[in-house]
C-alpha cells in the first residue's frame, strides 16, 4: 500500500489561511522527488491524459473518457444528443467502477504501473489536503459555464489535479451558491478528477463555509465574503463599491459598454483579495480559456530579480495598436512602437510583488492621465480598451516573457489559424466576439469536450450545450 505523502512546512500568514505558494525552492524539492519516486510507493500521481487534439482517444481508468464520448456525439450529430450522451456517460461510468474494483484488488500483488516520465499512475484524486496551485478566475454569472468548462479542462490536463486550487471571484450581487450547484455537475459526472462539492472540508479550511450552507463575511469593511465550494472552488465576491476609482471610469468612460464590465476589473485589485488568505503566487486566466497542458509547467516558472509578471510571449499586436507614442507618457517609457504588445488574458503573477510596488495606485494613475488629456480634447494614453492597456503598462517594467504556447489567442476572431498549432498549445484563448459557447463561435471543437450543460443562470438563457447572454454586459 502507498503510504501519505506528509504535507510540506508552510509559512504563517493570516488565517484563515491557504497554504502559502511563496517558497519555491520546496517546490523543486518535491519536484525532485516526484521524478525519483519508486515503486515501493513514496508518492503516487495520477498519468497525464494531455488532449494532442480533442478528437483523439484517451484512457482514463481503462475506459474511454466521456470527453471525448461527448465530442464525438456532437461531432456525428445524433438525434437525442444529451439522451445519447447521457446514456454513454452512464456505461462509461459503470465500465470504469468495474475496472477500478478489479484494480484495487490487484493492487498488493501487482507493482504500480509508472508513466513515461517516471510518475506513478494515480487513478483518482485524492480529496485529503488543500491545493497549493493558485488558479483566478473573475467572472459575471452569464460566464459561469465558460469558467467551470475552463476549470475542469485544467484539473483533467494536470498530473495531479489535487494541487489545484480555482478561485472565482464574483460580482458582490451574484449568488455563490448558484455558482456551486453548477459545479456540482461537474463534480458529479468527474469524480475522478474533481472533489465532490458537498464532502466535509479538511482542516485547512476549518475556518471557511462550505457555499451550500452560508456565506462567511472575512472582512465586511473591504465587502469580500467568500466560501469553499468542495476543495477545489474558492468563490470571493468582489464589491467595486469599496474602490471609488472604479465608479468614476465607468461612468466618464467613452470605451464600449463590455470593455468597462466591474469583473474586468477586479484582477487590478487582486492583491487586496486573496493577500488576506496567504496566497502570494497566482495564475490568472480569461474564462474563455481552455487548458491542455500541465499548468505546474508555467507555476514553477521563476522570475528574474525585479519581475514579478509573467505573460506569454505572443506577438499578434504591435504597442502601436494599444498605445498612442505621441503621449509623453508612452515617448519616455521603453515601449517601442513596432514591438509585440502584451496580452493579458493569462498570466502569473507573484501577488506579494504586486502589492509591495503599489501597482494598483500605478494603475489608478495612468488612468487619470488619460482621462485629463481626453477631457482636455487631446489624444489618451492608450487608442483602445481600458483595463488591459492600463494593466499591461503599469507592470510593462517588472514583465517577464514566457513561451507563446501558454497563451494561444485569436481564436474568437481569425477563422485561419492552423489545427495543429492549436492542438499542441497549453492554453487556447478565445480572445475575439466568437467565442465557441456562442452560435457563431469558431473552433468550437476544441471547447464542446470539456462543456457540460448547464442550469441557466437567472440572466442568461440555455442554448444547446452553450450559454448565451440575454442582459448585462459581455
Not at 158 to 170: A, D, E, K, M, W
Amino acid at each position: 500500500m502507498q503510504e501519505e505523502r506528509p504535507n510540506r512546512p508552510t509559512k504563517a500568514f493570516v488565517t484563515p489561511q491557504f497554504k502559502s505558494s511563496a517558497v519555491f525552492d520546496e517546490a523543486d524539492n518535491e519536484d525532485a522527488e516526484d521524478s525519483q519516486a519508486t515503486e515501493e510507493g513514496k508518492f503516487s500521481e495520477r498519468a497525464p491524459p494531455v488532449l494532442e487534439s480533442p478528437q483523439r482517444k484517451i484512457m482514463v481508468s481503462g475506459v474511454h473518457d466521456p470527453n471525448f464520448l461527448k465530442a464525438k456525439i456532437l461531432r456525428e450529430g445524433f438525434g437525442n444528443r444529451m439522451s445519447q450522451y447521457a446514456k454513454v456517460l452512464s456505461d462509461a461510468a459503470k465500465r470504469s467502477h468495474d475496472h477500478t474494483a478489479a484494480m484495487s484488488a490487484a493492487q498488493d500483488s501487482k507493482p504500480s504501473k509508472l508513466s513515461p516520465t517516471g510518475r506513478k499512475y494515480q487513478k483518482q484524486v485524492q480529496c485529503t489536503k488543500s491545493g497549493d496551485i493558485h488558479v483566478v478566475y473573475s467572472s459575471n454569472s452569464h460566464e459561469y459555464g465558460a469558467m467551470l468548462a475552463s476549470a475542469y479542462s485544467a484539473l483533467r490536463n494536470t498530473y495531479n489535479p489535487n494541487r489545484l486550487l480555482f478561485h472565482f471571484v464574483i460580482p458582490a450581487s451574484a449568488d455563490a451558491d448558484e455558482l456551486c450547484s453548477m459545479a456540482k455537475v461537474y463534480s458529479d459526472a468527474y469524480p475522478d478528477v474533481i472533489c465532490p462539492v458537498d464532502a466535509a472540508l479538511p482542516k485547512e479550511f476549518s475556518t471557511v463555509r462550505q457555499c451550500a450552507t452560508s456565506l462567511w463575511a472575512f472582512e465586511p469593511g473591504k465587502g469580500r465574503s467568500n466560501c469553499m465550494c468542495g476543495l477545489h472552488f474558492h468563490i470571493v465576491q468582489f464589491d467595486p463599491s469599496q474602490y471609488p476609482m472604479m465608479d468614476h471610469i465607468r461612468r466618464n468612460s467613452k470605451d464600449r459598454k463590455e470593455l468597462l464590465s466591474v469583473m474586468n476589473f477586479a484582477r487590478n485589485f487582486i492583491d487586496d483579495i486573496l493577500l488576506p488568505w496567504g496566497v502570494e503566487r497566482i495564475i490568472y486566466m480569461d474564462v474563455d480559456t481552455i487548458v491542455q497542458g500541465d499548468l505546474r509547467d508555467l507555476w514553477l516558472t521563476r522570475f528574474r530579480p525585479g519581475n514579478f509578471f509573467a505573460p506569454a510571449h505572443t506577438c499578434n499586436q504591435p504597442w502601436g495598436f494599444w498605445f498612442n507614442f505621441k503621449s509623453w507618457v508612452i515617448f519616455n517609457s521603453l515601449l517601442k512602437e513596432d514591438g509585440c504588445a502584451v496580452n493579458a488574458g493569462v498570466y502569473l503573477l507573484d501577488v506579494k510583488q504586486y502589492a509591495s510596488h503599489k501597482i494598483q495606485d500605478r494603475i489608478a494613475k495612468l488612468i487619470s492621465i488619460h482621462e485629463q488629456r481626453l477631457e482636455g480634447k487631446m489624444k489618451g494614453i492608450w487608442r483602445r480598451g481600458v483595463h488591459q492597456p492600463s494593466f499591461v503598462l503599469a507592470l510593462y517594467n517588472h514583465t517577464q516573457r514566457v513561451d507563446a504556447k501558454w497563451n494561444m489567442g485569436q481564436l474568437g476572431w481569425d477563422d485561419n489559424l492552423k489545427q495543429e498549432d492549436i492542438a499542441s498549445s497549453h492554453i487556447l484563448h478565445w480572445n475575439g466576439q466568437r467565442k465557441p459557447w456562442n452560435p457563431d463561435g469558431l473552433y468550437k471543437h476544441f471547447w464542446l469536450p470539456y462543456a457540460l450543460p448547464l442550469p441557466a443562470p437567472r440572466n442568461a438563457l440555455l442554448l444547446g450545450n452553450c450559454l448565451v447572454k440575454s442582459g448585462g454586459e459581455e
